[in-house]
């Protein structure tokens, strides 16, 4: 008599939530049950936050340097290959655009947010492969940071040490970018002991009319890059784009949250 009360149960089940088909790994499936009728991937990329955010709290900043040193120090031997097989003076970019409408949010104060603890405070959350943000702020308007992070695995111990306007004599090659009156650059440092430049971070945001996106009022857009030397493999700069992407989206929601919430109460 059991195996006809299962049978019912699972009719119910099928019959009370909607079906999802999708294709696995060349497979077909028809699945049901969750309240939510999404893809496989969707209910795993909750499931992969939470595990990956428990584990970044749990071992906090240093315990993460020190669970990843193998990691950092193959990270170390990538760069200084990237800088041996490089022209001197020869620059590739990465780059990540994102045009955003946020009802709070304009350039200014995404500007001021970014620069603001609470960027750190999100760090973690905005791409799993950020592993912790440490800034400073050592002269006005200029920032150091210590960073942990990757990007498709090779996971970098960094710092910044000089971010602020861009020093367009040190960086002929950034973009010039008249039209976004916020931007700022720094250097991407080893922390290995070697003090080498691998790299440079250049981010700009401005206003945008919302019109020509179909929207009745203003946004935003940010535009990242990051320049490496010409010997870092295209694979390697789109696994960076992608990471921009994530890590724009995540934070200028951030930025959003927490100006609804209040604790981020901009001058302007």
Same mark, same amino acid.
């Given at each position: 008599?059991?195996?006809? *009360?299962?049978?019912?149960?699972?009719?119910?089940?099928?019959?009370?939530?909607?079906?999802?088909?999708?294709?696995?790994?060349?497979?077909?499936?028809?699945?049901?049950?969750?309240?939510?009728?999404?893809?496989?991937?969707?209910?795993?990329? *909750?499931?992969?936050?939470?595990?990956?955010?428990?584990?970044?709290?749990?071992?906090?900043?240093?315990?993460?340097?020190?669970?990843?040193?193998?990691?950092?120090?193959?990270?170390?031997?990538?760069?200084?290959?990237?800088?041996?097989?490089?022209?001197?003076?020869?620059?590739?970019?990465?780059?990540?655009?994102?045009?955003?409408?946020?009802?709070?949010?304009?350039?200014?104060?995404?500007?001021?947010?970014?620069?603001?603890?609470?960027?750190?405070?999100?760090?973690?959350?905005?791409?799993?492969?950020?592993?912790?943000?440490?800034?400073?702020?050592?002269?006005?308007?200029?920032?150091?940071?210590?960073?942990?992070?990757?990007?498709?695995?090779?996971?970098?111990?960094?710092?910044?040490?000089?971010?602020?306007?861009?020093?367009?004599?040190?960086?002929?090659?950034?973009?010039?970018?008249?039209?976004?009156?916020?931007?700022?650059?720094?250097?991407?440092?080893?922390?290995?002991? *070697?003090?080498? /430049?691998?790299?440079?971070?250049?981010?700009?945001?401005?206003?945008?009319?919302?019109?020509?996106?179909?929207?009745?009022?203003?946004?935003?857009?940010?535009?990242?890059?990051?320049?490496?030397?010409?010997?870092?493999?295209?694979?390697?700069?789109?696994?960076?784009?992608?990471?921009?992407?994530?890590?724009?989206?995540?934070?200028?929601?951030?930025?959003?949250?927490?100006?609804?919430?209040?604790?981020?109460?901009?001058? /302007?």
């Amino acid at each position: 008599m059991l195996f006809p *009360t299962l049978l019912t149960a699972s009719a119910l089940l099928t019959a009370a939530s909607a079906e999802f088909t999708e294709t696995v790994q060349g497979y077909k499936y028809i699945t049901s049950g969750p309240s939510l009728s999404a893809s496989k991937e969707t209910y795993e990329l *909750t499931a992969h936050k939470t595990a990956v955010k428990l584990l970044k709290d749990r071992l906090g900043a240093d315990g993460l340097a020190t669970l990843l040193e193998p990691d950092i120090k193959a990270a170390d031997v990538i760069w200084h290959e990237v800088i041996a097989n490089s022209t001197p003076g020869s620059w590739v970019p990465a780059d990540g655009r994102a045009v955003a409408f946020l009802p709070n949010i304009t350039a200014v104060r995404f500007a001021l947010w970014s620069q603001s603890p609470l960027a750190d405070a999100a760090n973690n959350d905005a791409n799993a492969e950020h592993y912790f943000k440490r800034t400073v702020e050592v002269s006005p308007g200029v920032l150091q940071a210590e960073i942990l992070e990757g990007w498709g695995g090779v996971t970098t111990l960094f710092s910044i040490l000089n971010y602020s306007t861009p020093n367009r004599t040190a960086y002929p090659f950034l973009y010039p970018l008249p039209e976004f009156p916020y931007q700022a650059a720094g250097d991407k440092v080893l922390r290995d002991g *070697t003090n080498a /430049v691998f790299g440079v971070l250049h981010i700009s945001v401005r206003d945008v009319d919302g019109a020509p996106y179909g929207e009745s009022k203003p946004g935003i857009e940010i535009a990242a890059s990051v320049w490496y030397g010409n010997g870092a493999q295209d694979e390697f700069l789109e696994a960076e784009r992608q990471h921009m992407v994530i890590e724009i989206i995540n934070l200028s929601i951030q930025a959003q949250k927490d100006f609804e919430s209040g604790v981020f109460n901009p001058p /302007v």
